[in-house]
């Protein structure tokens, strides 16, 4: 199983990205995905989830600028993120709860870098 995600890169304070990560391989069932990211110097840390079902959950700093959504039918999580700050600056990790015909696993993608600067 892997989990590639893409979407990163370079904007301006109050600018937009919208990160995508999808799973592939052995898959049976995936259960909640997520986004953490890991700015320098600082422990990694969960920006916002989704069950299965659709039920999100977001960060305090997060809310009401970042939006999580999914297709079940791709194995794709998003993560749009609208009036980024510099504070938001981090690379970003993809997460997955996946049953990969033996056993439910923690899955994380290979990282993505967003710099926000002027």
């Known amino acids: 199983v892997q989990l590639q995600a893409s979407g990163g890169g370079l904007v301006q304070p109050g600018g937009s990205l919208r990160l995508s990560c999808a799973a592939s391989?052995?898959?049976?069932?995936?259960?909640?995905m997520g986004w953490y990211r890991q700015a320098p110097g600082k422990q990694r840390e969960l920006v916002a989830a989704?069950?299965?079902?659709?039920?999100?959950n977001y960060q305090d700093s997060v809310k009401g600028r970042f939006t999580i959504s999914r297709e079940n039918a791709k194995n794709t999580v998003y993560l749009q993120m609208n009036s980024l700050k510099p504070e938001d600056t981090a690379v970003y990790y993809c997460?997955?709860?996946?049953?990969?015909?033996?056993?439910?696993?923690?899955?994380w993608g290979q990282g993505t870098q967003v710099t926000v600067s002027s």
């Open positions: 997460n997955a709860v996946i049953h990969d015909y033996s056993a439910y696993n923690d899955y």
């Open positions: 391989g052995s898959i049976f069932r995936i259960d909640a």
């Open positions: 989704i069950t299965r079902g659709g039920s999100p």
